[in-house]
Each structure stands twice: as C-alpha cells, then as structure tokens.
T-cell receptor, first 109, second 114 residues
C-alpha cells in the first residue's frame, strides 16, 4: 500500500529558503505533488512533478525528486509571511492521491 | 467556471442524524473524488466516480456512507446515523481521465457531530 511521510513542523525566518522533505513507498507512483492548505481552506495545488523527472522549477518553488530513494523535496525561495500554511506531499499512480500528514510551516519576522 | 463547489461549508449535527453533502465539479471533468480529512492528518481517499459509475470505495467507507453521481455531474455523499468519529472535513475533487496532475479540490464541508 501507499505510505507518505513528512516532518510535521518547520520554522523559517522571512526571506530565507524553506525546504520541506517527504518520503514515499509506492515505486509505481506516476505523479508527485505539493499542495498548500491555509486555515479553513481547501487544498491548493502548488506544483507537481512527473516521476521520470528529477527537478522542476516554478518561480520561487523548486521540486527535487530522488526516485531511487523515493524522496521528494520542496524548496521555497525568499519565504514570505503568506507562505505560512500546511504543506502536503502526495503521490498517485493512476487516480487516487495518497497524502502525507502535512508539514506546518511558520514564517517568523 | 468557478472551480469545484461544495455545499454546505459547515454542518453541525446531533449523533444519530443523517447528513448529505453536495459537490459540483468542474463541468468538463469526468472524474469526481471524495476525501476525508481529520485534524492533523492529510486527506484520505474515500471513493471516486468516472462519469456516473462509482469505481472504487475505500474500506474507510462503512455501510453508513453512500455516494452517488446520478447524471455524471454533481455528486452527493450521505452519512446515515452519524457518529462522533465522523467529524471531519469532507473534500471533493475532480479531474479529467488521463490528466493526473489536473486535480482541483473544493473548499470542503466541515462536519461536526455533537
């Protein structure tokens, strides 16, 4: 079965880079995703990476995928107060998503 | 298109009552999913539809839960004889077959069973 794990908390100073890490177990994952959830809101897709890629950059976001180690990371450059939220790693191999428990990112001034 | 809509946003009910939630997906999306999210956890898959056919149900979906998508457009999720353990955020999502990255989630229905 699928299992996705991530660290629970990250505190970062405004302007610094944030790195959120995730490991997964399903080697047949096709896509891996990062979602953002703000209090009381639904899930916002931040970015995704196809399993045959090892890096994807999208403005302040950089996703790194190590398929051999089943490790996914999200780097947020120049972290802002608006980046404070819960970040979920997820994977899928066809239709359903399997999520980690989420990393709460707190940005301090 | 305004995205995936869920109604109501919040529902408080007494234990033992039945509740029904509605999800309106993005109109051209043929797949519709239901997930449940409890406090401090990531969303967990409950069930999904392709058009009007319900193709998979998670073991989390006890026989008190039923979901329908009668015309392949909106969907309803009904919980009968609610229990306190049913308190959670119920999230709906939709996408097109073959577009694995194209999930769009609604804002969810928060259910509190008292």
């Amino acid at each position: 079965g699928e299992d996705v794990e991530q660290s629970l908390f990250l505190s970062v100073r405004e302007g610094d880079s944030s790195v959120i890490n995730c490991t997964y177990t399903d080697s047949s994952s096709t896509y891996l995703y990062w979602y953002k959830q703000e209090p009381g809101a639904g899930l916002q897709l931040l970015t995704y990476i196809f399993s045959n890629m090892d890096m994807k950059q999208d403005q302040r976001l950089t996703v790194l995928l190590n398929k051999k180690d089943k490790h996914l990371s999200l780097r947020i450059a120049d972290t802002q107060t608006g980046d404070s939220a819960i970040y979920f790693c997820a994977e899928s191999n066809d239709y359903k998503l399997s999520f980690g428990a989420g990393t709460t990112v707190t940005v301090r001034a | 298109d305004t995205g995936v809509s869920q109604d109501p946003r919040h529902k408080i009910t007494k234990r033992g009552q039945n509740v029904t939630f509605r999800c309106d997906p993005i109109s051209e999306h043929n797949r519709l999913y239901w997930y449940r999210q409890t406090l401090g956890q990531g969303p967990e898959f409950l069930t999904y539809f392709q058009n009007e056919a319900q193709l998979e149900k998670s073991r989390l979906l006890s026989d008190r839960f039923s979901a329908e998508r009668p015309k392949g457009s909106f969907s309803t999720l009904e919980i009968q004889r609610t229990e306190q353990g049913d308190s959670a955020m119920y999230l709906c999502a939709s996408n097109m077959v073959g577009v694995g990255y194209g999930y769009t989630f609604g804002s969810g229905t928060r259910l509190t069973v008292v």
